[in-house]
């Protein structure tokens, strides 16, 4: 069980042309080729400063073989971002 799935960006040092930033959090359901994004953080700016913040706002069940993936993007040519990707996982015996 998911309890805790959060995913932040934030500009640290400036960029001298506007590109994607993104953090992102996917799942791979067991038996698919597909993974989803099921929660994403974004921005495209050159600010310093700027951010962006998603979270799961419940909980979530993971069945045997479910895969969270956590990717960062950034094609920004210059400047710094950084990325936070947090999870809280329980297992349970059902």
């Known amino acids: ?14 960029s001298p042309t506007e590109n ?4 992102y959090w996917q799942i791979a ?3 698919e080729e ?5 929660l994403q953080a974004d921005f ?18 993971l069945f045997p073989g479910d ?3 956590a990717k960062t993007f950034d094609a920004s ?3 710094t ?3 936070r990707l947090s999870y809280k996982l329980t297992e349970l015996d059902i």
């Open 1 to 14: 069980m998911v309890e805790v799935l959060e995913c932040a960006c934030i500009r640290k040092t400036v």
């Open 20 to 23: 994607d930033v993104i953090v």
């Open 29 to 31: 359901p067991s038996g």
């Open 34 to 38: 597909a993974a989803y994004i099921i």
């Open 44 to 61: 495209c700016t050159t600010i310093v400063g700027t951010k962006d913040i998603d979270a799961l706002q419940t909980t979530m069940l």
């Open 67 to 69: 895969i969270l993936l």
């Open 77 to 79: 040519t210059g400047g």
């Open 81 to 83: 971002c950084r990325f």
